[in-house]
């Protein structure tokens, strides 16, 4: 049986809140959620909004870290810094809102190199335009000259840029129209021969193209 890319085991995540002077409110987000993610699968995680999903996203990439529990990659806990160093770029993200994660300053070529830039990787530019559908005409454009379907392909393409072993989406499609959205879910069909993919979504159209579905509901794993 193949073993997994990524595991949470038992994580549980809590939130400090500032409420007044001198005192602060702790806001459980996750409890004790377990989930492994194979490679070549794409999960879908569905949940209400405040269900946790977004939470669960950000620990998949390192953006935040447990309050306990492991998260576990290719077999090795990521509570070592040199570890963890080893693998960057290996775990990606692509934001809901791609106006707002994409610098305004930075033309498309600038902002698809930048990741494999940063930790010395070379990459064809051209190449991923490619693959995410894009003409290479717009290779010089900056953010606010493209639609919001390009800025989205755009997002992935940069995500893309470091091969990585495990791509997440959050929402990739709820700012899109539905022509735009279903080009990005043919893109990630097309990607998933070489990369884990976890798709955060309320979108059920993203149900088609997913092995498995886990549903979130306030913190907790209720489904898959």
Do not use: C, W
Request: cysteine-free; hydrophobic content about 45%; proline content about 5%.
């Amino acid at each position: 049986m193949t073993n997994p890319i990524l595991t949470l085991n038992k994580v549980t995540k809590e939130y400090k809140l500032n409420s007044g002077f001198l005192s602060s409110k702790t806001i459980l987000a996750l409890d004790h959620v377990s989930l492994d993610i194979f490679p070549g699968e794409i999960l879908l995680l569905v949940g209400r909004s405040g269900a946790g999903k977004s939470t669960i996203a950000k620990l998949l990439v390192g953006l935040i870290r447990p309050t306990s529990g492991d998260v576990v990659f290719e077999g090795q806990k990521l509570d070592n810094k040199k570890f963890v160093q080893s693998i960057a770029g290996q775990r990606q993200i692509v934001f809901q809102n791609p106006y707002r994660s994409l610098s305004p300053r930075l033309t498309v070529v600038e902002t698809i190199a930048e990741p494999a830039q940063i930790i010395g990787m070379s990459v064809s530019v051209p190449d991923l335009l490619d693959k995410v559908g894009l003409p290479r005409r717009l290779i010089d454009h900056l953010p606010a000259q493209l639609s919001a379907g390009e800025r989205q392909r755009v997002a992935l393409a940069r995500a893309l840029s470091t091969n990585p072993k495990l791509l997440v989406l959050d929402e990739p499609t709820s700012s899109l129209d539905p022509i735009a959205a279903l080009g990005v879910n043919s893109i990630v069909e097309e990607v998933r021969a070489d990369q884990a993919i976890v798709v955060v979504s309320h979108d059920l159209r993203m149900r088609h193209v997913a092995d498995r579905v886990i549903e979130v509901e306030a913190g907790r794993k209720t489904l898959g």
